[in-house]
């Protein structure tokens, strides 16, 4: 059973800086998407950036310039540093592994880390 551990949430003002984390257990797919959603408050859950090992890179335009995906696959680590961040950021942040490539849908989920902006 794939795990999905978030961490590095928190409270910051805004035009602040977050990086999360999210450790992945040892998987063996032959191609995969990992990526980000985020849940608001009285908000649908939304996607806000993924990586395939296809090379696809994807973010929604509300984060574009502003949050970035990295890895260390030593550690079977992703990374989302969150930078400028805005009042509207605030929400539930889930990391997201699927067993394909070319999009993150969400197979395996972790369990979400707060991220709260104050304005």
């Known amino acids: 059973e794939v795990q999905l551990v978030e961490s590095g949430g928190g409270l910051v003002q805004g035009g602040g800086s977050l990086r999360l984390s999210c450790a992945a257990s040892?998987?063996?797919?032959?191609?995969?998407?990992i990526g980000w959603f985020r849940r608001a408050p009285g908000k649908e859950r939304e996607g806000v950036a993924c990586?395939?090992?296809?090379?696809?890179?994807w973010y929604d335009d509300s984060v574009k310039g502003r949050f970035t995906m990295s890895s260390d696959n030593a550690k079977n680590t992703v990374f989302l540093q969150m930078n400028n961040l805005k009042a509207e950021d605030t929400a539930v942040y889930y990391c997201?592994?699927?067993?394909?490539?070319?999009?993150?849908?969400?197979?395996?989920w972790g369990q979400g880390t707060q991220v709260t902006v104050s304005s």
């Open positions: 997201a592994l699927d067993s394909f490539a070319g999009l993150c849908y969400g197979e395996y």
């Open positions: 990586v395939s090992s296809d090379g696809t890179t």
């Open positions: 040892e998987f063996s797919f032959d191609d995969y998407s």
